[in-house]
């Protein structure tokens, strides 16, 4: 369900360094930053608008990032860098940030330290990856503010990375002019080097380099998993989060050669055969042909960011050893992506399975079995949600488990409240929603004016958001008076997941025994 937010909330426009007047200053490698309060009078800074990597424009387009360059005085960091490169994908995006511009490698901090005694406080740091499939999303977002982490006495860098064809595009030359023989994650790059600046510079804002845990939805859950295996990034990080979101199969990474093929098919569809020519297309034409027959930019293994597959580097026991939280949500995918407009019985559910998945449609329904039409909705949507992000999640989180490094497996249930001024489109929900967690695992409900909230949705925030804290602070999202929440067990058999809701509890975990077989069947469609 997706609903027409078409509004804007208010944006400030980006200004280049300036002298400023007031506001907690503090000195990172590159120079002096000056922050402002997150709320008038309160006591979280925030600093906007850092930049962490020289802009990827000109020739710097499509290459590893840069270090970004030093300035002389105090730069004002009081507002959004522009966001990355992207269309206007999904409503319910709102930006803080003036435009899109290739010039957008900058990251945002929330700190509730004592600026004056900053490099004593070493408080724990979260380091949060926006979702919107790799090609939309931004940091500035509302729902990833890191004013109410930060509350809880935590240190907040959300960040800016390439999108879409400026993130994801691989070719034969830009290969061949890499040092390292690589090309195509360019967007992920640009996310290890953000997370090497906050390891270098996180100290100045209170924040501990020795306690950085990474979170993100969606494709910032997906880029999570793959710094967890990355050897740019793996050694940098104690903890992550993952919501809703895996590198690892089902999903497909592309091989180098084959996503260099996609590019080269995609340079030879515009006539314009050379890397100087591909680097002098304006930024804005780029993206309005980057939808090349359907094309969808994402990583690849490229041999530098990612030197094997994900399950490959959990094999060889090299992957991040971490506590980790990661779950899903009740409904990532809806009933309908399976039926289409078709009335939910039983025939038309049998029908719809056996199109989209041929030979394997029947061990489906013995999968995902629905006896009677009261049951083709739930079905039909465990179906859609694990063939669309689910399945993967689990695949991550039974990676993670089987290191023996402590594992927090969720599941969350809560459907949205509806919405206040504007008309849902499509059918209600039957659960939570792919997405809709975010606001209240950060704390953000108010920063989303599109829903009533209830007191019932700020129990579940008040929840879920102490739980994040916690993982961040202590490797543990135990503690107080939470409902117990036991780390997941070494034995198949004993696998619990926390289900967070009204009433949040852990139950048992039958599903997951489906889930090797899921894995394999959906890797063939």
Not at 241 to 265: C, N, Q, R, V, W
């Amino acid at each position: 369900m997706r609903l027409g937010l078409g509004f804007a909330l208010a944006v400030a426009a980006f200004t280049t360094p300036v002298e400023a007047a007031d506001g907690p200053v503090v000195s990172v490698e590159t120079g002096k930053l000056q922050g402002v309060a997150a709320t008038p009078g309160g006591p979280v800074q925030i600093f906007r608008g850092v930049p962490y990597a020289r802009p990827p424009v000109g020739d710097l387009r499509w290459r590893e990032p840069r270090p970004a360059e030093s300035w002389q005085g105090v730069r004002a960091a009081d507002q959004f860098g522009p966001r990355c490169m992207q269309k206007h994908m999904w409503d319910d995006m709102f930006f803080r940030s003036p435009r899109a511009d290739e010039d957008c490698l900058y990251l945002n901090v929330w700190t509730p330290a004592n600026l004056s005694k900053a490099s004593s406080a070493k408080l724990p740091v979260l380091v949060y990856i926006y979702g919107g499939g790799f090609i939309a999303g931004t940091s500035d977002e509302p729902r990833y503010d890191g004013a109410a982490m930060a509350a809880r006495g935590i240190v907040v860098v959300t960040v800016n990375y390439r999108l879409g064809i400026f993130g994801f595009f691989a070719h034969p030359q830009l290969t061949g002019e890499s040092p390292h023989h690589a090309s195509g994650n360019y967007g992920l790059l640009d996310q290890a080097a953000a997370l090497a600046w906050v390891k270098r510079n996180i100290a100045a804002f209170g924040g501990d380099p020795k306690r950085i845990t990474v979170g993100g939805e969606s494709a910032g859950s997906m880029s999570v998993s793959g710094m967890m295996v990355s050897p740019l990034t793996r050694s940098l990080i104690v903890g992550v989060i993952g919501e809703s979101g895996s590198a690892l199969p089902p999903l497909h990474l592309l091989t180098l050669a084959d996503a260099e093929k996609k590019g080269m098919d995609f340079a030879e569809s515009l006539q314009v055969p050379t890397l100087p020519q591909l680097r002098a297309i304006p930024a804005d034409k780029l993206l309005s042909v980057q939808d090349f027959q359907g094309a969808h930019w994402g990583p690849d293994i490229d041999g530098y960011y990612f030197t094997e597959t994900p399950e490959e580097t959990y094999a060889a026991g090299k992957a991040a050893k971490t506590a980790s939280l990661i779950g899903s949500n009740s409904e990532e995918g809806g009933a309908s992506w399976l039926l289409g407009d078709a009335a939910p019985n039983v025939g038309n559910y049998r029908e719809a399975v056996q199109k989209q998945f041929g030979p394997d449609a029947d061990r489906l329904l013995q999968l995902y079995p629905a006896a009677s039409d009261t049951d083709v909705v739930r079905a039909a949507t465990e179906l859609a949600s694990d063939r669309f992000i689910a399945a993967g999640t689990w695949n991550w989180f039974d990676h993670q488990r089987k290191t023996g490094w402590p594992t927090y497996y969720y599941y969350y249930t809560p459907v949205r409240p509806q919405p206040t001024a504007f008309k849902a489109t499509g059918p209600a929900a039957y659960g939570a929603l792919h997405s809709a967690e975010i606001e209240y695992a950060l704390g953000n409900l108010d920063a989303n004016p599109a829903y009533a909230w209830t007191d019932a949705d700020r129990k579940v925030s008040a929840t879920m958001s102490a739980y994040w804290a916690n993982l961040i602070k202590t490797g543990n999202p135990d503690g107080g008076d939470l409902p117990l929440w036991p780390q997941a067990s070494a034995d198949d058999r004993q696998i619990q997941r926390q289900v967070i809701d009204i009433d949040t509890h852990r139950v048992a975990f039958p599903e997951q025994a489906r889930y090797p077989e899921v894995v394999s069947i959906m890797m063939k469609h």
